[in-house]
């Protein structure tokens, strides 16, 4: 499964981004697609998760702030980010559960700044 994530960019806090991230590799159906983030000096951690039939997990620092969607038809994870902080700053990275493997995306620079 090769994961090629886009959308990240320079936006200014209150800002929106929209990041997507699609799968390859001659698969039919992802169990968990999701979006984690790391900062500077800090570890990976969670964003977002969604299941194969739209069950939805959010970290509490984003929560009625970001959306994770998907479309099962293009094995495509989608993360719209809103009321964007400067917290927010990370490389963002898709990740994908298939078979019990989990594979990550190279990753997409987001940054937050005035």
């Known amino acids: 499964v090769q994961l090629q994530a886009s959308g990240g960019g320079l936006v200014q806090p209150g800002g929106s981004l929209r990041l997507s991230c699609s799968a390859s590799?001659?698969?039919?159906?992802?169990?968990?697609m999701g979006w984690f983030r790391q900062a500077p000096g800090k570890q990976r951690e969670l964003v977002a998760i969604i299941t194969y039939g739209s069950t939805t997990n959010y970290a509490d620092s984003v929560k009625g702030r970001f959306t994770i969607s998907r479309d099962n038809a293009k094995n495509t994870v989608y993360l719209q980010m809103n009321s964007l902080k400067p917290e927010d700053t990370a490389v963002y990275y898709c990740?994908?559960?298939?078979?019990?493997?989990?594979?990550w995306g190279q990753g997409t620079l987001v940054t937050v700044s005035s």
């Open positions: 990740d994908a559960v298939h078979n019990g493997r989990t594979y």
């Open positions: 590799g001659g698969i039919s159906v992802i169990a968990i």
